[in-house]
């Protein structure tokens, strides 16, 4: 399920006044509108909308959810816009920390990598052995290794490669500063 677009087909339903204008205006079958929508109430737990053959209207929870997703839906699209040009490129600047030597043996050849394959973006690599607050220091992505703190969410993906995610500190020692383009 893909709530966003679940989110947005809903909305669109409520705009349109109906399931098969909504349908009309996306693209989609009425079997795949009710289906998404059906997925939709499973994943609240409660009827949104109610349906008879010649109306629609909203449960007291379906009105909350329209009301919700706007707002939501919009802040999507604004960011969408940020980040992304006309033409779908991407845009603006990701902040990255990693230690000294890891950064500047795997992590900046990544980069230069990424900012040849998208150069309306920019990248600045903080290269850091000490402990950082990722979010007091807006850094989009920290890298770092050596043992886990608590709070750190592991995650496995391909042969051997390791995501670590927290919030906070994560890392040890002294701080340098090397920027991308």
Known sequence: MDLFSDMRLFASIVVNGSMAAAGRELGLSPASITARIKALEHHFQTPLLIRST?????TPEG?????????????????MSVVHSEDGSVRGTLRVTAPFDLGRQHVQPMIDEFLYDTPHARVELVLSD???DLVSES??????????IDGVRVLEF????????AMGQVG?????TSKGH
Do not use: H, N, T, W
């Open 158 to 165: 391909g042969q051997g490669q390791i995501v670590a995610e």
């Open 172 to 176: 040890v020692g002294d701080e340098g």
């Open 54 to 58: 010649r109306s629609l209207s909203l």
């Open 139 to 148: 850094i989009d992505v920290g890298i770092r290794y050596g043992p886990l």
């Open 130 to 132: 000490r402990a950082m």
């Open 63 to 79: 009105r909350a959810l329209y009301q919700s997703a706007k707002r939501v839906l919009a802040e999507v699209d604004d960011l």
